[in-house]
């Protein structure tokens, strides 16, 4: 066994949100792959966690729940404290209490249930990216951003006057120290501010919606029933808040960093120029996105990984963006390409916790591919993009573009898949 790898936080401070926004990960994750043992990464003096950059060994923590669990929280800002979730939230929930808390909603999201809301999507995205075509510049990003509260708003039954406002909310309790999302109370004023409205909100709907029970998703929530009894109102509003905050999380960053990143490249010519590579190129940009750039663990008794010894109690960060860049599992893993086959990345995480709303999101994905490619052409940049500055969250907030309409207004000649 080797001695592990450390470092003060001052040296590679991947816990710094900064490092997302204007700097890149990369060329140290490449580094950490590269070294035959776990890196220890020193937050302060009582905080700390060991580093999980490789796909073998990523995969390996996020499958075996057993030995390292979710319980005492998912995200680096609750490094050190429990979650108060634990054990009410999908998330902070194992197996076998996870899997039967789940049954219902995971019936709920699953491709079959979902692919009888293509068209109800597909109205939702369109509007969204109509404005592109009226020949001034158009915030991609912004659009995105708005795209998932879209979808998963109707399919939780949420009145469409509140979607604005809950986008932000969600978008502030991953990014709380972005300025553009930051109250001037500061960070910690801003994600209180955040949880106690989201949550009061909930709490509200979930009371009216009791004796009012629809076929959407809040609905299946307040109806399941697990260990012989009816979820509880904290544990329905934990897992709205879950669903919500994975929805926006996830959906959004995968089209905003082939946009930022790939514009001008010749890539958007060529998908679009190839409709029978929607769905690997649509999984490829999952994989380049990452847009959950870390998961939290913690041991729960001593085991091995990569000659480091990690004791029972540890606190264990996988980082998504890194695995997936695994040279080890995804040839020339550093390079973008539409056509790469097989792609078995971790961008919805693996095994228990394996993210349940991954069928919404695909479909959302693939229509707005689709309709984008379907009704414009010529996509040019028309500012600087700018990325979100988050630890947990890897994206852009803004994509200025400009892009015309499709000649002779129909675009691909094809039916969405």
Same mark, same amino acid.
């Given at each position: ?11 590679? /401070?991947?816990? /710094? ?21 776990l ?6 003096? %009582?905080?700390?966690?060991? +580093? ?11 499958? /075996?729940t057993?030995?390292? @669990?979710?319980?005492?929280?998912t ?12 054990? &009410?939230?999908?998330a ?6 996870h ?16 692919? &009888?809301?293509?068209?109800m999507i ?7 990216? %109509?404005?592109?075509? /009226?020949?001034? @510049? ?20 949420l ?73 509880a ?20 960053h995968?089209? +905003? ?42 041991? @729960? ?5 990569r000659n480091?010894r ?13 695995? +997936? ?15 790469r086959?097989?792609? &078995? ?12 709303g ?6 959302s ?11 414009? %052409?010529d ?6 993009? %700018? ?22 207004? +129909?675009?691909?000649?094809r039916?969405?898949?």
């Amino acid at each position: 066994m080797h001695a592990a790898a450390t470092g003060p936080a001052d040296a590679f /401070d991947l816990v /710094d949100p900064r490092l997302y926004s204007d700097g890149d990960p990369h060329p140290l994750w490449r580094h950490m792959r590269s070294l035959d043992t776990l890196t220890r990464h020193e937050v302060d003096d %009582e905080r700390w966690f060991w +580093n999980v950059v490789r796909f073998d060994d990523s995969d390996r923590v996020l499958r /075996d729940t057993a030995t390292f @669990t979710s319980e005492r929280g998912t995200m680096l800002d609750l490094l050190g404290q429990d979650d108060p979730a634990s054990g &009410k939230q999908l998330a902070a929930t194992d197996p076998p209490r996870h899997t039967e808390m789940q049954g219902r909603l995971k019936k709920a999201l699953a491709i079959k249930s979902v692919d &009888k809301q293509r068209e109800m999507i597909r109205d939702l995205v369109v509007p969204l990216i %109509e404005p592109l075509g /009226d020949g001034g @510049t158009f915030d991609f990003a912004q659009a995105m951003l708005a795209m998932p509260m879209s979808v998963t708003g109707t399919m939780m039954g949420l009145p469409t006057a509140d979607w604005a406002w809950l986008n932000r909310l969600t978008t502030v309790c991953i990014a709380a120290d972005d300025p553009e999302y930051q109250d001037p109370g500061g960070r910690e004023a801003t994600l209180k501010a955040a949880h106690r409205d989201l949550f009061a909100y909930f709490q509200d709907l979930v009371r009216f919606r009791r004796n009012n029970l629809g076929d959407d998703l809040l609905s299946v929530l307040i109806s399941t029933e697990f260990e012989g009894r009816h979820m509880a109102s904290d544990e329905i509003v934990a897992n709205c808040y879950s669903l919500l905050l994975g929805a926006n999380v996830t959906t959004p960053h995968a089209p +905003n960093f082939v946009m930022a990143e790939f514009i001008d490249s010749g890539v958007l010519q060529d998908w679009a120029a190839h409709p029978e590579l929607d769905a690997t190129a649509l999984e490829e940009s999952l994989r380049w996105a990452s847009p959950v750039n870390h998961f939290l663990r913690y041991a @729960t008794r001593d085991v091995e990984i990569r000659n480091t010894r990690i004791k029972a109690g540890d606190a264990v960060v996988v980082w998504l963006g890194s695995a +997936n860049r695994d040279d080890r599992v995804f040839t020339r893993g550093s390079e973008f390409d539409i056509r790469r086959k097989p792609n &078995k990345h971790l961008a919805f995480g693996i095994g228990p916790h394996y993210c349940i709303g991954h069928s919404v999101a695909r479909v959302s994905l693939k229509t707005l591919f689709h309709e984008l490619f379907t009704r414009f %052409e010529d996509f040019r940049p028309a500012g600087r993009p %700018e990325r979100l500055r988050s630890s947990f969250v890897s994206g852009y907030k803004h994509i200025p573009i400009a892009a015309r309409p499709a000649r002779g207004g +129909n675009g691909r000649a094809r039916t969405t898949a």
